[in-house]
């Protein structure tokens, strides 16, 4: 299986002309709609469409048996009408017959139960048959359509890792125990790794290892983390083998499937490794209306994805017009909002934006997810909006190929947020999500662009790093962390960081282990706050804050305090403390602040890592930078209901409007403007 890769490679894929279309199921629909689709394509600017991700049965509705006729007519049709296609494996649907030979193929739950045939995904990725079956179908499509003058791009699967990712069948057990063995050398070397002399749980042969299924009490922490660690990497070598066809059998042309970086969305799948392996990073982002500001959460994806490409001109492909079907309540998007979506995507990287999907279905279990094209058809609101974004997109070409310029980076892991869900830690009240997104919203809100990085990334860009939740950190990671700091940079650590390896092995000496040197301090003891409690802490001046969740016994060692708990067990010891190490400096924070005093210490660290502060610019207005060799590029989105007013660093013309721009921009409440610098 694929080695994790540390840090993606730049894959440096341009899309051109920028992409705009969706998902194209032609094969829900009668042939004589397929005239009026291309038509109405036509009319929208769509240039591109995802074909085929759930066609396997149409494709092979026997084993052996091809019917490619239907394709070929929508791919000619597609092209006579001058629009691409991004052609998918449709191998994330096997079809019920392959099941019904194959039953061993459906996927095991940790408890025991057989998922069955009737939904998506439905796939256990060490399943032999559904390996070759796979193999076999996307041989004959790339053999087909390699050369078709409509291939633009192969898509792989599709959104891997949803709904399923680990499988706990005896197919998989075996799988398993291979990759431990490659893994670990030994058993005896799995025995160290695992603590096995916890609870008498010793092995004397990797034969003897199962997944970690049901256990009556709380199953081995490391084994649990290794086998999910196996469960994406057989998922990912599924990839790299349908991917590694496509390159022999259909050679130039790019092979990408859509990840979903968001961490709203998947929680199975290590996007620092897979970011590699991709010739084109994509990605499908949806609005969780949980009552948090939704577009925040699209720019972290945005920005998320954009990381796990290596700063390189990725893909949205997919995001919806209006509201989607598959959450409690399903909002439709505000007037401007689809275009407001679309356009953050495209400030924070996107090469163009893509929907799911064209037309609306009327039958199956997302007929009531919105599409380009409404139940209602061409006389909705949804559709005029779909026409203007189309046209704005055209008028966004000079852009093409630039880059997302960066102000600060945030350090984020996905082993260590699988670590973090584990069993058996302070409290279930911390959240390792909750508090990416804090610091997040945080940076945010004082106008900051924010990179991405692995904790074992070259960080030197960065005048300012940040890392909310690092519970897992390797001492290659500790290490990293600590040279950063002491050639210059300024670091921010939140609590229950630093404090295992990579096998959830605590790191010997006081918390926070691999961390302590360069924040300067020990942690002698957690005391996580009860629900409903809370701690007031206390800082220069006189300012406090409220924390909850989670407090701590700090002892500073070598470290500054600067905030002080006023009440609670630690009272009246250090909260948040600072700490100058070689050239730099690291801030830490023992607790979870409220928003306005988490904002107060990144406001801190800011001035110490020289950002000046943007207090000029409102909230809720996103200023974002794309640049390149056809010049600058800004990006103002006002999601506010107040007009914003933003001043520009140099005169340049919008884009979107061909108006001339200087001075201080006003931006309309609910709109977009993108100012090319100088122009």
């Known amino acids: 299986m694929s080695e994790r890769t540390l840090v993606p490679k730049p894959t440096g894929h341009v899309m051109s002309p920028l992409a705009f279309g969706g998902d194209y199921n032609p094969e829900q629909w009668p ?81 025991g139960v057989r998922h069955s045939f009737g939904s998506r995904g439905a796939i256990c990725h060490s399943n032999p048959a559904y390996r070759e079956a796979a193999a076999t179908i996307t041989t004959k499509l790339a053999e087909r359509y390699a050369a078709h003058p409509a291939l633009a791009l192969w898509h792989v699967h599709n959104e891997y890792g949803a709904p399923v990712s680990a499988c706990f069948c005896d197919t998989c057990a075996a799988g398993f125990r291979e990759w ?47 086998h999910q660690r196996f469960a994406d990497a057989a998922m990912r070598e599924n990839f790299c083998a349908e991917r590694d066809i496509l390159h022999r059998l259909s050679p130039g042309v790019p092979v990408t499937t859509n990840f979903m970086t968001a961490l709203s969305q998947c929680d199975t799948v290590d996007y620092w490794a897979w970011g590699s392996e991709v010739d084109l990073v994509s990605n499908d982002h949806y609005l969780m209306t949980d009552g948090r500001r939704t577009h925040v959460n699209l720019a972290m994806a945005a920005d998320l994805t954009r990381s796990v490409a290596g700063g390189a001109p990725w893909l949205l492909l997919e995001h919806s017009t209006s509201g989607v079907n598959w959450q409690p309540r399903n909002p439709a998007k505000e007037a ?36 380009m094209l409404p139940q209602g058809g061409t006389d909705t609101r949804v559709w005029r909006e779909v026409v203007r974004l189309g046209t704005d997109m055209k008028a966004l070409a000079p852009l093409q190929g630039t880059r997302t310029v960066a102000d600060v980076a945030i350090v984020w892991d996905w082993h260590s947020w699988w670590a973090q869900r584990l069993e058996g830690h302070p409290t279930v009240d911390h959240d390792p999500r909750e508090r990416a997104d804090s610091f997040y919203e945080a940076l945010y809100d004082l106008h900051l662009t924010v990179d991405f990085a692995h904790p074992e990334a070259d960080l030197s860009p960065y005048p300012l790093v940040v890392v909310p939740a690092l519970y897992l950190a390797s001492q290659r990671a500790g290490d990293n962390l600590r040279r950063y700091v002491e050639n210059g940079g300024t670091l921010v650590v939140s609590y229950f960081s630093g404090i295992v390896d990579e096998h959830d092995a605590v790191h010997p000496g006081a918390y926070p282990g691999v961390l302590r040197d360069v924040l300067g301090l020990t942690v002698e003891e957690w005391s996580p706050l009860l629900p409903g409690e809370a701690a007031w802490i206390t800082g220069p001046d006189g300012a406090s804050s409220r924390a909850d969740v989670w407090s701590e016994f700090v002892v500073p060692r070598g470290a500054e305090t600067v905030w002080s ?23 830490y924070i023992s607790t979870r602040l409220d928003a306005p005093g988490l904002g107060t210490v990144l406001e801190a660290a800011c001035a110490d890592a020289g950002i000046p502060p943007r207090g000029d610019l409102p909230r809720d207005v996103e200023v974002v930078r794309r640049s390149g060799d056809s010049g600058d590029y800004l990006f103002v989105i006002n999601h506010s209901p107040q007009p914003a007013v933003v001043p520009l660093p140099h005169s340049g013309t919008d884009l979107l409007t061909g108006e001339h721009a200087a001075g201080l921009l006003t931006v309309v409440p609910g709109s977009v403007a993108v100012v090319r610098m100088g122009g």
């Open 180 to 226: 431990l063995a490659a893994r670990h050398g030994t058993v005896d070397a799995l025995n160290e790794a695992w603590g096995t002399a916890f609870w008498g749980q010793l092995y004397t042969d990797f034969g003897q290892i199962d997944p970690p299924r049901l256990t009556p009490g709380v199953c081995n922490p490391a084994q649990q983390l290794d």
């Open 336 to 371: 401007g909002q689809m275009a407001r979506n679309s356009l953050a995507h495209v400030a924070r990287g996107s090469e163009g934006a893509m929907f799911f999907q064209w037309r609306q279905s009327r039958r199956g279990a997302e007929k009531f997810h919105s599409a």
């Open 565 to 587: 708990y006023t009440d609670g067990p630690p009272s009246p010891g250090p909260a948040v403390t600072r700490h100058r190490s070689g050239d730099g400096t690291a801030w």
């Open 31 to 111: 042939e004589a709609v397929w005239q009026e689709d291309v038509r109405l394509m036509r009319e929208a600017g769509v240039n591109l469409v995802s074909v085929g991700v759930f066609s396997w049965a149409l494709l092979e509705p026997e084993q052996g048996l091809y019917t490619f006729a239907w394709l070929d007519r929508v791919l000619d049709l597609l092209h006579e009408h001058g629009i691409r296609v991004d052609l998918a494996t449709p191998t994330a649907g096997p079809p019920a017959w392959f099941y019904r030979a194959h039953p061993d193929a459906l996927p095991v739950t940790r408890d």
